[in-house]
């Protein structure tokens, strides 16, 4: 029984070490640099090495070897670099490895006499985790549905099998906590997802998501407003509304045709975008049945929803901080430049449809806005609010009723 267990012992040993091969013993003296790794990946490393001298051998092969054991050789995986003629850094890519495993490496040469190695180095491939993905800006929103852009910018290592958005309307979405999810493919870049079925007037939060064999990775939260529309049975245009604090407001300037109302420069192209200028006695009646020209309290509420003190609210001339940059439109696809503040917090998106003057004249397109209240301040002028290109306050005035302005309507 003894004998037995001393052989199998033998033959393990046999099996599970290597023995580290003869030196060549012809020729001049090979002379190594150390082994560098310039990378390491998941899947593969590039490791370099200088070779110092050669003394004269000539040398038919080099390269490295690479195990996951001790003392590597070419009977192991090697890269071949052909004839080395005098001492220079050679390098080479690895392939082929394993993610989060130890190898074993050493360069080498062949010559008449043999192969030689160098000192042996040791490397580490990456650790493979889960993706990692951004979510980005909500693209388009439209009547129940809308359009988020995500990225998956890495894949630790591991193909992303999946990847979209998922949504809800209580915050923190994920596959398993969701009203709705996208499958947009696989792989990493940008992506586009449609979310489908929502309510109006509501706001959903979204996360973009990539999954691989780790797992699922989220991205950041993004939140956004379902948006509603109301069309104008009068003469059928359709208008974004948006709901703010407790009212319910159109997103757009009203572009209904009514006496004593105009187009800006008298161009159908700025009405469609910012909409009809409207004298006082025009304006309380343009709205459509169920909405209003809203007072001038219903804009102090507004305006407080926003930040604004009571006390500033009721003041004239420009009033809080930045309530009028959450009103306005960002950017300046309309506004001038600046436009100071714009960020469009609120959703209501004004724009600078300019003014027609009680002469008859038109001025301060993408400069500055303003909007009737329902309220008179004189027989002759009526309460209404400004919004500049230059400034993120709002400006509450009173004006010649016979001057043109912008009109919003709110829900009764």
């Known amino acids: ?30 002379e190594f640099g150390q082994t560098t790794a310039d990378s390491i990946g998941y899947y593969s490393a590039k490791v370099s090495t200088t070779m110092e001298s050669t003394l004269g051998n ?22 071949t670099l052909g004839k080395l003629d005098k001492p220079e850094t050679f390098s080479s890519e690895i392939t082929g490895l394993q993610a989060n495993k130890t190898y074993y490496i050493r360069s080498y040469v ?7 190695y160098g000192k042996e180095e040791s490397i580490k491939t990456l650790k493979a985790g889960k993706p990692s993905v951004n979510t980005l800006e909500v693209q388009d929103v439209d009547l129940y549905s809308a359009k988020f852009n995500g990225k998956v910018v890495g894949d630790s290592g591991l193909l992303v099998n999946a990847r979209g958005v ?11 906590n969701n009203s709705g999810f996208t499958n947009d493919g696989n ?37 956004f407003l379902a948006i509603n529309y109301f069309t104008d049975p009068r003469d059928g245009q359709t208008y974004k509304t948006v709901v703010i604090g407790s009212q319910t407001w159109f997103a757009e300037n009203l572009n209904y045709e009514a006496a004593d109302s105009w187009w800006y420069d008298s161009s159908s192209a700025n009405g469609e975008v910012y909409g009809r200028l409207y004298t006082w006695d025009a304006a309380l009646a343009a709205c459509p049945g169920g909405w209003k020209l809203p007072t001038d309290n219903e804009w102090k509420m507004l305006e407080i929803y926003l930040g604004m ?6 003041q004239t001339g420009w009033r809080g901080t930045d309530e ?48 009737w209240s329902s309220t008179e301040s004189s027989g002759t002028n009526a309460w209404n609010r400004h919004l500049t290109y230059g400034y993120q306050q709002v400006r509450r005035t009173n004006s010649l009723k016979s001057s043109g302005f912008s009109v919003r309507c709110l829900k009764n």
Request: glycine share 12%.
């Open 110 to 116: 062949t010559y008449k006499y043999g192969t030689a």
């Open 58 to 79: 000539d040398i038919s092969q080099h390269g490295h070897c690479w195990s996951t054991k001790n003392n590597p050789t070419i009977d192991d995986n090697k890269t």
């Open 309 to 314: 003190s009571q006390s500033e609210a009721d």
């Open 1 to 30: 029984m003894k004998k037995y267990f001393i052989i199998l012992f033998l033959l393990t040993a046999l099996t599970t070490c290597k023995k580290e091969p003869d030196a060549p013993t012809g020729g001049n003296k090979i």
């Open 187 to 223: 792989g990493t870049g940008s992506f586009t997802s449609q979310l489908t079925g929502l309510t109006d007037n509501t706001t959903y939060y979204v996360a973009a998501f990539a999954t691989n064999e780790k797992g699922t990775a989220y991205g950041q939260v993004k939140d």
């Open 166 to 176: 998922c949504w809800n309307t209580t915050g923190n979405p994920t596959l398993e």
């Open 324 to 371: 009028g940059g959450k009103l306005k439109e960002a950017g300046t696809a309309h506004w001038n430049a600046p436009n100071t503040g714009a960020t469009n917090s609120s959703g209501f998106t004004a724009l600078p449809g300019g003014i027609r003057s009680s002469n008859g004249s038109f001025y301060s397109l993408g400069l500055d806005g303003r909007w």
